[in-house]
């Protein structure tokens, strides 16, 4: 495995894990206005793109 999605369902929130040459995981993380890039299949697209249709709860602000 090169690399792994998580996309969050209550925000616009996607954490992408790829396998770096030593072997470790590091951490790519997008939100709103972004572009995602899945490099081990050579795709990209706009996280806006992923949550089309998608109706996000309201943040509650401090």
């Given at each position: 495995?090169?690399?792994?999605?998580?996309?969050?369902?209550?925000?616009?929130?996607?954490?992408i894990y790829r396998r770096n040459a030593a072997g470790r995981?590091?951490?790519?993380?997008?939100?709103?206005?972004?572009?995602?890039?899945?490099?081990?299949?050579?795709?990209?697209?706009?996280?806006?793109?992923?949550?089309?249709?998608?109706?996000?709860?309201?943040?509650?602000?401090?």
């Amino acid at each position: 495995m090169e690399e792994y999605v998580l996309v969050s369902q209550d925000r616009m929130n996607v954490e992408i894990y790829r396998r770096n040459a030593a072997g470790r995981w590091e951490l790519e993380a997008y939100q709103g206005g972004d572009r995602v890039e899945l490099v081990s299949v050579g795709v990209g697209f706009a996280i806006e793109d992923l949550y089309e249709d998608v109706v996000l709860p309201q943040r509650v602000e401090d």
